[in-house]
């Protein structure tokens, strides 16, 4: 455009100011035509990745092996590697492959050759987080640590932290449990529970809450990192603070971290497992304890009880079970039904949430 002006610049002002402004149209019209094509091309391609997606959710459900199942979704993987939808594929991999086809060893290799592939940050966090959690699973202390030092570089949420957290407690691996600690600790707090949802109009006292809760929660985790590290009582009182603001359920359950299991194992440690039966006792309660439950059994078997396990397990539930205030419903029959006219009858209660 410059050879062009000064080409004319002796014809006069008019003729520049005319060569200025038809070269600046057709740079402009250019530019126009440039950036519709590219966000053409940008569209196209994404609604191609989510009809994709969308077929291999459908065909899924049509295909008769899990081997099946994970090839079509490493096709999908491999033909769209930068999409976000590549992380719920990649979860799926894990089921079929991995849980399902008993080849978990394949399925995280296969997830970590494609975290190798991609390159935008907050893709790569995500399925880092997918294998932090699946390196738990299976057990793996080496992949989980090398993938916890990848997301210790980035930035995290206090929810992403818990989750290596937890995956670093189960492994027992302490340096990463005592790093994410660390890095967790200054957003155990109201302040960031209110950023990381600022789209919802809680209450100044739900936000105090959740601050609580999550302060009690990390504290519940470096308490159980001083009972392995010779500080059993700086451990007992820091799990005594934490209970005081950890959230229960209707079932009495901690809502976050689960201290009633992490106390009784430090309780275990310090050969007090007595007073560990009653807490390992009240986390087996909970279905999805799994390794509370498995404890309990481990206790039952050391104690040298001559009652079978179904019974010592009923007995030591029992008396650390959640004792249900009486209420009375209209039934499906017109009358009234209470708790207490079912007596001693073992009864299931259902809760139907309306969605």
Not at 56 to 84: G, I, W
Not at 107 to 121: G, K, P
Not at 288 to 313: V, Y
Request: hydrophobic content about 40%; proline content about 2%.
């Amino acid at each position: 455009m410059w050879a062009v002006i000064h080409r004319f610049n002796d014809g006069g002002i008019l003729m520049y100011k005319n060569v200025v402004v038809i070269s600046m149209c057709v740079s402009f019209l250019i530019c126009v035509a440039c950036t519709r094509n590219e966000t053409i091309q940008t569209t196209e391609n994404k609604i191609s990745s989510e009809e994709a997606a969308k077929t291999v959710h459908e065909k899924l459900k049509t295909l008769e092996s899990d081997a099946k199942r994970a090839a079509l979704l490493k096709d999908f993987v491999q033909a769209y590697p930068e999409n976000e939808e590549i992380v719920d594929a990649l979860r799926n991999l894990v089921r079929y492959q991995g849980l399902l086809g008993g080849d978990m060893a394949g399925a995280l290799m296969f997830i970590e050759n494609t975290r190798s592939n991609v390159e935008d940050a907050k893709l790569g966090k995500r399925i880092d987080l997918l294998l932090c959690e699946n390196y738990g699973k299976a057990h793996d202390l080496d992949g989980f640590s090398k993938t916890a030092d990848r997301l210790a570089c980035g930035k995290l949420s206090f929810g992403e932290n818990l989750s290596v957290i937890k995956v670093a407690t189960t492994l027992s691996s302490w340096d990463q449990l005592d790093r994410f600690i660390t890095t967790t600790e200054p957003l155990a707090n109201a302040a960031t529970f209110r950023s990381d949802y600022p789209d919802d109009d809680f209450t100044d006292a739900r936000v105090e809450a959740a601050g609580k809760s999550r302060a009690a929660t990390i504290k519940i985790y470096r308490a159980w990192f001083k009972a392995n590290h010779g500080q059993f009582d700086e451990a007992m009182t820091d799990f005594e603070a934490a209970n005081h603001d950890t959230s229960r359920d209707f079932f009495g359950q901690p809502i976050g971290a689960p201290i009633d299991y992490l106390k009784g194992k430090a309780l275990l440690l310090n050969g007090e497992s007595e007073a560990a039966t009653g807490l390992v006792a009240k986390a087996a309660i909970s279905s999805d304890n799994k390794d509370a439950q498995k404890l309990l059994e481990e206790i039952h078997q050391k104690s040298g009880k001559t009652e079978d396990f179904p019974t010592f397990e009923v007995s030591e539930k029992t008396k650390v079970a959640q004792q249900i205030a009486e209420f009375s419903l209209d039934g499906y029959d017109g009358n009234k039904h209470s708790l207490d006219d079912l007596g001693d009858k073992a009864t299931l209660l259902a809760f139907w949430h309306p969605t």
